[in-house]
């Protein structure tokens, strides 16, 4: 496994897989991994060649309020994990060789960005959008893997991707969870013993709905109260939407579409995100 900090021997250590013929993954982290991240490394190496993995603490997807300063980092730990798991390529640049003096371009999504967590997150959509597509541009991979779990980062990407006519195919790997159903996070860590054990209540809440859905439920306010009942023991509830699939648009009773019930909430300080998919044909 190599360690790349550079675009320029990326480039080149790129170049040489590309005229192999390799077929080249990218998965796109901010560090600090866990099994989830290593459930998208999993895929990557089933279905390519060559597994990159980024991994980058993105300042530009941080509000001047947010955690960026305290976002967990154990650079040693994720190479390791990433050897382990047979990556290929670790790309870790620093924020200079991504942003460079007099950087001033972005990428801007449109209404997929603005419910949900761009409602409470100004900006992190667009950062999301600008770095996601600077990767693309400096790995060119042929696949990229990204979440469930970050639910509405995939929406964004695939419609940037579809918007830009980026030649490159998304896959979503399903939420990897932790034993009693709380979704993997970096931010888990920030977690005391205590609000550990409370975390558990929005995947609780989440599967109730779900199962409640596959009993027959389509009535969105009855779906939202059922996991609104687990909730109760978060600090507090951001948001907690049942909402379209595709269009993240506020779904509308009796539910017709496929559609992702969608929460965030405060454990203590530690701000958590988490889904379910409620899968129905599109008629
Ligand atoms: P992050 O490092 O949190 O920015 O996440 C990097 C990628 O890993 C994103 O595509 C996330 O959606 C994905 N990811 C994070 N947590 C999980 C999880 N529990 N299960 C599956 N994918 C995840």
């Known amino acids: 496994m190599q360690t790349i900090t550079t675009v320029a021997e990326l480039r080149r250590e790129l170049a040489k897989a590309c005229s192999a013929g390799k077929r080249v993954g990218l998965v796109p982290t901010m560090g600090y991994l866990h099994d989830g991240h290593l459930a998208l490394v999993e895929a990557s190496r089933a279905q390519c060649d060559v597994t990159v993995v980024s991994i980058f603490v993105n300042p530009t997807q941080f509000g001047p309020n947010e955690d960026l300063s305290s976002y967990p980092r154990d650079f040693v730990r994720d190479e390791k994990l990433c050897r382990d798991a047979g990556v290929e390529i670790v790309f870790a640049p620093g924020a200079q060789e991504v942003y460079p003096a007099q950087f001033e371009t972005f990428v801007e999504p449109g209404e997929l960005a603005k419910p949900l967590c761009g409602a409470f997150r100004p900006g992190h959509f667009r950062g999301v959008a600008t770095v996601v597509c600077k990767l693309f541009n400096m790995v060119h991979p042929d696949v990229v893997f990204f979440g469930q779990k970050d639910f509405q980062q995939c929406a964004v990407v695939r419609r940037m991707a579809t918007d830009l006519n980026l030649p490159i195919k998304i896959v979503t790997v399903p939420t990897v969870r932790e034993p009693d159903g709380l979704a993997m996070s970096s931010r888990n860590r920030h977690l005391s013993k205590e609000e550990r054990r409370r975390a558990v209540a929005i995947g609780r809440g989440l599967f109730a709905a779900a199962e409640e859905f596959r009993a027959g ?3 969105v306010e009855k779906l939202i109260a059922i996991a609104e009942r687990q909730l109760e023991t978060v600090d507090r509830l951001q948001y907690l939407e049942l909402v379209d699939g595709d269009t ?11 559609a992702a019930l969608c929460v965030a909430a405060y454990v203590g300080s530690t701000r958590l995100i988490d889904n379910v998919l409620l899968g129905l044909p599109t008629p």
Do not use: C, D, N, Q
């Open 217 to 219: 439920v389509r009535e």
């Open 248 to 258: 993240l648009k506020r779904a509308e009773s009796p539910l017709r579409f496929p």
